[in-house]
C-alpha cells in the first residue's frame, strides 16, 4: 500500500485546528508534522480542513436505491454500491445501513433484510466505507424472534436497535395520506393491510417478554443495543436496564435527560440540524445539543446531513467546529465500540477528509482516504508523487 502524505491542511487534533502535515502508511496515521517516505503520494491540502472520518451508526438513505419508487425495485447489489458511492461523496467512511426487519412484507420485510444482510457480507470487501449491518427489529414482529436470535448468535449483527412504530401506524390509518403510503410499501391491498394490523396488534401481551429475550441475546453475544423513540423516562429506564446503551431519537426533553443521566449515547438526526427542526415536529436537535442531551448526530434519511449539520452548529455557534465534528465521528465510534477510528491520532485507522470550506455552511469534500486509501477526489491538480508543497515552503522561506 503506497504511503500517504498529506500537506499544508488545517487538521483537527486533539481538539482543535491547527497547521500540519499528516502521513498514513498500511491504512494507519503513522506520523504527525512528518514528512513522507518511499512510494509517497502527497496531497497539496493548502487551505482545507483535514478531519476525521464520519461514522455513521444510522443511516437507511439507502431504500432509496433499492426501493426509488413504491412498487419500483431495484437489485440489492446496485442499491448497495450506489449506496456506497453517496455515503463515500459526503465523508462518510463508516456506514451502519440501518435495516427494519418489520412485521409487514414488502420493502421492510425479512425477505430484504436476509437479502441486505447477505448482500453486505458478500460485498464488503469491494466497499469503500466500512460497511455495517444495523438491524432495527420492530418489536410486534414476533414471528421473526427466533430467527433474529440466531443472527444475534451468528455475529451477523453489528448494532441491533428496538422499534415499535405499532402506536404510528395504528394513529396514520386514520390520515388518507399516510395510511395510503404505507399500504403502497407493503405492496398489500388496503383491506389485506388492515386484516395484517388487526392480527399483529391482538398479540400485544407477548411483545415484552420477546423484548426481553432477545436483549438478554444481544448482550451474551456482545451486540450493542439502541431504542428508538424512547417516549419516556421510565421506558429510557426499561431499555436501559436490558443493556441497551443508546437512546436513539428520545421524542422529548425529559427522556433526554434521563439517557444524559444514566450515561447513555444519545443519538439524534443530523437532518434535523440542517433543516432546523424535526420532520415529525419532535424534539429540536440543536437545542439538544445546546443543553448538553444529544452526544451523536446521524445521517437517518440523508446523507450529506452529517457534513452539513456540523458547520451549521459551528456557524450558528451551537458549537465550535471542533466539538461539533466530534457528534459525527468521534463520539459515534465510541457508542459502537469502534475505538479505532473517529480521530486524527498516531495509529488509529486513516479514515481522512479533506474539506474546502470557503463557502458558508456549504463545505465540500475535496478528497476521502478510508482505511488509507484514496477512494474519492475531486481535484486531481492537488496531487502529486513528490513532496511539492514542503519544497516550496522552503523556497518561500
Known amino acids: 500500500m503506497t504511503d500517504i502524505l498529506i500537506e499544508g491542511g488545517r487538521a483537527l487534533v486533539d481538539g482543535y485546528i491547527s497547521e500540519t502535515s499528516l502521513r498514513i502508511a498500511g491504512g494507519q496515521i503513522r506520523g504527525l508534522g512528518a514528512s513522507g517516505g518511499r512510494r509517497t503520494i502527497s496531497i497539496d491540502a493548502r487551505d482545507l480542513l483535514v478531519l476525521p472520518g464520519i461514522v455513521d451508526l444510522h443511516g437507511d438513505a439507502f431504500e432509496r436505491q433499492m426501493m426509488p419508487r413504491a412498487g419500483v425495485d ?14 463515500i461523496a459526503n465523508g462518510i467512511t463508516t456506514v451502519f445501513h440501518a435495516t427494519t426487519w ?13 437479502r441486505l444482510c447477505e448482500a453486505i457480507e458478500t460485498l464488503r470487501p469491494q466497499l469503500k466505507a466500512d460497511t455495517r449491518f444495523h ?66 396488534v391482538s398479540r400485544a401481551d407477548a411483545v415484552p417478554a420477546s423484548i426481553a429475550r432477545l436483549a438478554k ?42 439517557a444524559a443521566g444514566g450515561g447513555d449515547a444519545i443519538v439524534y438526526g443530523a437532518p434535523n440540524v440542517v433543516r432546523g427542526g424535526s420532520h415529525t415536529g419532535w424534539t429540536r436537535a440543536s437545542d439538544m445539543i445546546e443543553k448538553g442531551l444529544c452526544s451523536v448526530l446521524a445521517s437517518d434519511y440523508y446523507y450529506p446531513a452529517p457534513l452539513l449539520a456540523a458547520f ?48 458558508p455552511l456549504r463545505p465540500r469534500i475535496v478528497a476521502v482516504i478510508a482505511a488509507g486509501r484514496l477512494v474519492h477526489l475531486t481535484d486531481a491538480s492537488r496531487i502529486s508523487t513528490r513532496s511539492s508543497v514542503v519544497r516550496e515552503a522552503v523556497a518561500a522561506e
Request: glycine share 6%; aromatic share 6%; net charge negative.
Open 102 to 114: 418489520s412485521w409487514e412484507p414488502g420493502l421492510r420485510s425479512g425477505d430484504n433484510a436476509m
Open 74 to 87: 431495484f437489485p440489492i447489489d446496485v442499491a448497495l454500491f450506489d449506496s456506497d458511492h453517496q455515503a
Open 312 to 359: 451549521r452548529l459551528a456557524a450558528d455557534h451551537v458549537r465550535p467546529l471542533a466539538q461539533a465534528w466530534e457528534l459525527i465521528s468521534a463520539a459515534p465510534a465510541r457508542a459502537t465500540g469502534l475505538v479505532d477510528r473517529g480521530e486524527i491520532a498516531e495509529g488509529r485507522r486513516a479514515d481522512i477528509l479533506l474539506v474546502d470550506d470557503a463557502v
Open 217 to 258: 441475546i444481544a448482550v451474551a453475544a456482545g451486540v450493542r443495543m439502541l431504542s428508538h423513540d424512547d417516549n419516556s423516562p421510565a421506558m429510557r429506564q426499561a431499555y436501559r436496564a436490558k443493556g441497551a446503551g443508546i437512546a436513539e431519537f428520545p421524542v422529548n426533553e425529559e427522556t433526554a435527560r434521563e
Open 135 to 200: 438491524l432495527r427489529h420492530e418489536t410486534y414482529n414476533l414471528d421473526a424472534e427466533e430467527e433474529i436470535g440466531q443472527w444475534l448468535r451468528d455475529g451477523r449483527v453489528d448494532l441491533f436497535a428496538f422499534n415499535d412504530h405499532m402506536d404510528i401506524t395504528v394513529a396514520d390509518l386514520a390520515s388518507p395520506r399516510k395510511r395510503h403510503r404505507m399500504v403502497e410499501r407493503t405492496g398489500l391491498s388496503s383491506e389485506d393491510f388492515d386484516r395484517l394490523v388487526e392480527r399483529v
